[in-house]
């Protein structure tokens, strides 16, 4: 974590300086759904109010938008931690205006704290989470380790069951069945094609080099970004035999829980990364409605969001990011400051 504490207020064109501003990048260092990264911050005094950018949304792979609030969550996440283990306790309010549904966060600059151990390590994960999409080890996660990544989804609200032997297979099935499905599907190619484009001014969507290899006996169903890329066919390699497998739930399915499940997956990435682990967001089968349905828990309903792969592996390439200018939308705003309910640390 950049060591910057002073500069908690937006200048008067709403563009932040100082701890505010480190703390914005570090929402924009979420992953997000083909890493569309669909927000905008509107920055006035002490307060960064998140909108949802509807334009970056997946029409063929996310027409409700549920995946773009888990993304929206992610970035929430990032920023209450990044403010917290800079001293300041960030003030949340979760759609904070019914007659603005697309302000989804409202997160105000609290007053000073001690920062809390925990805070320090997520925050200062940010920069090294990425999205590994390479065969991991066969070494065992330990069970320890496994704890804290349910403590992590527990601790904002949401499930995270950690498969055994029988289960994760029966998931990864349905994992399969999904990919498999979609890669005959033309306006999934279209849009796939969309977000897979590189280029130098090309700051979003999955870079080739971060594609990952195949594997060719499909153990591990990871999405195939490159089905539209002949040039950048993924090459064989073995993955692991038994993958660690979990499934992220929420509570409910609706846009304040998909924005809690993202804060939710938020912190079980960075725990997993504090704990040295690799991770995948395997979310193939939530698109697909009758086999979201079987992965949905039959003893109280809780709703699948993402499917996840822990492990040891080698390092992985970080994708690209837009600028702060790109994000933040200038505005003088009119500087309220609103009650919120203190993040649980
Ligand atoms: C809601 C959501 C769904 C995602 N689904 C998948 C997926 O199905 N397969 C995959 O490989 N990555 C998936 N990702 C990871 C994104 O592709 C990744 O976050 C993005 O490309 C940015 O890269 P980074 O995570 O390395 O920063 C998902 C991320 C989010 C937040």
């Given at each position: 974590m950049k060591?910057?504490?002073?500069g908690?207020?937006?200048?008067?064109?709403?563009?932040?300086?100082?701890a505010?501003r480190?703390c914005?990048?570090d929402a924009?260092a979420?992953?997000?759904?083909?890493n569309?990264?669909?927000?905008?911050?509107?920055?006035?005094?002490g307060?960064?109010?998140i909108?949802?950018d509807?334009?970056?949304r997946?029409?063929?792979l996310?027409?409700?938008?549920r995946e773009?609030?888990?993304?929206l969550?992610?970035?929430v996440?990032n920023?209450r931690?990044?403010?917290?283990?800079?001293?300041?306790?960030?003030v949340?309010?979760?759609l904070?205006?019914?007659?603005e549904?697309?302000?989804?966060a409202r997160?105000t600059?609290?007053?000073?704290?001690r920062?809390?151990?925990t805070?320090?390590?997520?925050?200062?994960?940010?920069p090294r989470r990425?999205?590994?999409r390479?065969?991991?080890?066969?070494?065992?996660?330990?069970?320890?380790a496994?704890?804290?990544?349910?403590?992590?989804?527990?601790?904002?609200r949401?499930?995270?069951?950690?498969?055994?032997?029988v289960?994760?297979?029966?998931?990864?099935d349905?994992?399969?069945?999904?990919?498999?499905?979609?890669?005959?599907?033309?306006a999934y190619w279209?849009?796939?094609?969309?977000?897979?484009?590189?280029?130098?001014?090309?700051?979003?969507?999955?870079?080739?080099?971060?594609?990952?290899p195949w594997?060719?006996?499909?153990?591990?169903?990871?999405?195939?970004?490159?089905?539209?890329?002949?040039?950048r066919?993924?090459?064989?390699a073995?993955?692991?035999?038994?993958?660690?497998?979990?499934v992220?739930?929420?509570?409910?399915?609706?846009?304040?829980?998909?924005?809690?499940?993202?804060?939710?997956?938020?912190?079980?990435l960075?725990?997993?990364?504090?704990?040295?682990?690799?991770s995948?967001?395997?979310?193939?089968?939530?698109e697909?409605?009758h086999?979201?349905?079987?992965?949905r828990?039959?003893?109280?309903?809780?709703a699948?969001?993402?499917v996840?792969?822990?492990?040891y592996?080698?390092?992985?390439?970080?994708?690209?990011?837009?600028?702060?200018?790109?994000?933040v939308v200038?505005?003088?705003g009119?500087g309220e400051v609103t009650?919120?309910?203190?993040?649980?640390?």
């Amino acid at each position: 974590m950049k060591a910057i504490t002073g500069g908690w207020t937006a200048g008067p064109d709403g563009v932040p300086d100082g701890a505010l501003r480190a703390c914005l990048e570090d929402a924009v260092a979420a992953p997000s759904v083909h890493n569309t990264q669909p927000w905008r911050f509107r920055v006035y005094g002490g307060t960064v109010e998140i909108l949802a950018d509807r334009s970056r949304r997946l029409d063929v792979l996310d027409p409700q938008g549920r995946e773009l609030f888990v993304s929206l969550g992610a970035a929430v996440f990032n920023l209450r931690a990044s403010m917290l283990a800079r001293g300041r306790v960030p003030v949340l309010r979760l759609l904070p205006e019914p007659a603005e549904p697309d302000l989804v966060a409202r997160v105000t600059v609290g007053p000073p704290t001690r920062p809390p151990a925990t805070a320090i390590m997520l925050a200062d994960a940010i920069p090294r989470r990425h999205t590994n999409r390479q065969p991991f080890t066969e070494i065992p996660v330990p069970a320890e380790a496994l704890a804290d990544l349910t403590a992590a989804a527990d601790a904002e609200r949401a499930r995270l069951v950690v498969t055994d032997a029988v289960a994760r297979d029966a998931v990864l099935d349905v994992v399969r069945i999904a990919e498999q499905r979609r890669r005959h599907d033309p306006a999934y190619w279209r849009e796939l094609s969309e977000w897979t484009r590189s280029g130098p001014e090309r700051h979003d969507g999955v870079p080739p080099e971060a594609f990952g290899p195949w594997d060719a006996l499909e153990t591990v169903p990871i999405r195939d970004f490159s089905v539209v890329r002949p040039a950048r066919r993924r090459k064989p390699a073995p993955f692991e035999r038994a993958p660690t497998i979990a499934v992220l739930y929420t509570r409910d399915d609706t846009p304040a829980e998909w924005l809690r499940g993202g804060q939710a997956l938020e912190r079980v990435l960075l725990t997993a990364t504090v704990r040295g682990l690799a991770s995948t967001i395997m979310t193939q089968p939530v698109e697909v409605p009758h086999l979201r349905a079987l992965l949905r828990d039959a003893a109280d309903g809780y709703a699948a969001q993402a499917v996840l792969r822990f492990g040891y592996g080698p390092f992985s390439a970080a994708s690209g990011r837009r600028g702060l200018d790109e994000v933040v939308v200038a505005t003088a705003g009119n500087g309220e400051v609103t009650e919120g309910s203190k993040v649980p640390e």
